[in-house]
């Protein structure tokens, strides 16, 4: 059968992301191995950090694959280089790092090193998980300039070292969007600490691989005592969703319910429920033609708001509702995505940064630079979703159990 048009143009766009930078070079930070770029256009030549896990999840099986251990190395690099993972490797994102999904591509690379038998699997995962439980300690719980995140009950923010709200909104990943109402600074994301508290599961399961017991349960008793916080401070009973919390002001953002309230049920810390109640009364709210729209508020020039949808927000939300039971749901929403995805394939010959999931003939919130074409993470996503809905029954990515 002949191969789809999409997944050809995919298949050969990997070559166009694929970088070797072993040197500085001006604002660029030399890596000691290869990675990926998130797009071809000359905004964006360097290694993101979250970037790389979404775009990880589509080079399995491809010529590519080794770039996947490469890329959980290079973040090594960065982090015993710096003291922080950055932003990107670029010498001016140091004031800041990104959502860290470090530990997620570390099983993911642990997992296909294993399937492709490699010896030194068991030990290349203790080392990797060794230093990310240091970066997780140095930058994440931090309580001082120049990491000061953990900042209220033992929770965490998203900061920059200039102390400035819009730069920590750039950490977030969502630069910009109407959560926290600008105020990044003063909020706990509900995405983060969900990212933290599977972390401390992450080193929980990497401790009993190595029959450190003592230490397996140390951590899991972290993570306990992080969810039962959480629950206090994101979760509000009477709309029945999570929300960032301004623990300034010790208040929950109930005005800016955004996809982020979904990383609850993807990091499974949610109880089945309040998994139900999310699915039953928010899921349809948030669920549009070409799938599931990032924020319920506009906002001129930003891009993480509606009528825009990305790739790693549906991404983690079918991981949610999967890992609570609920496929059909879960295949609603890949389907619509990736319908989306060909019909605008069809209109462009290619793939996105982001799309209008409200009106798939309209254009994206374009925010400060526009919408690029590519794209790393949106490819990824689209191949895992096609491979996936495939599938009788829809499989849920299994990183770190």
Not at 196 to 214: K, P, V
Not at 386 to 392: E, F, I, T, V
Request: include cysteine; glycine fraction near 6%; hydrophobic fraction near 40%.
């Amino acid at each position: 059968m002949r191969q789809p048009a999409i997944t050809q143009y995919i298949d050969a766009y990997w070559d166009k992301l694929v970088r070797q930078q072993p040197e500085d070079q001006k604002t660029l930070i030399g890596l000691p191995h290869t990675f990926m770029v998130p797009t071809h256009d000359p905004t964006f030549q360097e290694m993101f950090y979250w970037d790389s896990f979404f775009i990880a999840l589509g080079l399995g099986g491809t010529r590519y694959e080794a770039a996947i251990e490469g890329m959980a190395e290079n973040m090594a690099y960065l982090y015993q280089r710096f003291g922080v993972i950055p932003n990107a490797s670029r010498y001016y994102f140091l004031s800041r790092s990104q959502p860290p999904f470090w530990t997620q591509l570390i099983w993911l690379a642990y997992q296909t090193k294993q399937a492709a038998g490699a010896p030194d699997s068991a030990a290349w995962l203790q080392r990797m998980m060794a230093l990310a439980e240091q970066e997780h300690a140095s930058v994440w719980l931090a309580t001082a300039h120049p990491h000061q995140r953990q900042v209220h009950r033992g929770l965490s923010r998203y900061f920059d070292i200039n102390y400035l709200d819009t730069l920590a909104c750039c950490e977030s990943g969502w630069d910009h969007s109407t959560r926290c109402n600008g105020q990044w600074m003063s909020h706990l994301p509900v995405d983060l600490n969900s990212i933290l508290y599977l972390r401390e599961c992450d080193f929980a399961q990497a401790a009993r691989l190595r029959d450190d017991h003592a230490a397996a349960e140390q951590w899991q008793t972290r993570a306990a005592q992080r969810a039962e916080t959480m629950q206090a401070v994101f979760w509000d009973a009477t709309s029945g969703f999570f929300y960032d919390y301004n623990y300034l002001n010790e208040v929950a953002d109930l005005d800016n319910p955004s996809l982020a309230g979904f990383y609850p049920l993807w990091a499974g810390w949610a109880t089945e429920a309040q998994a139900a109640q999310v699915v039953e009364q928010w899921l349809p709210t948030f669920m549009r033609v070409g799938g599931l729209v990032t924020t319920l508020k506009t906002h001129s020039s930003y891009q993480w708001a509606s009528p825009n949808g990305w790739a790693p927000l549906q991404w983690i939300v079918v991981e949610g509702l999967l890992r609570y039971g609920y496929q059909s749901q879960a295949r609603e929403v890949m389907q619509a995505w990736c319908t989306l995805n060909e019909t605008v394939f069809e209109r462009t010959n290619a793939m996105w940064e982001k799309y209008n999931v409200v009106d798939p003939t309209g254009d994206v919130e374009g925010g400060k630079y526009g919408s690029l074409p590519g794209f790393g993470w949106s490819n990824a996503v689209y191949l895992d979703f096609k491979r996936r809905l495939a599938q009788p029954t829809i499989e849920r990515w299994k990183l770190g159990e």
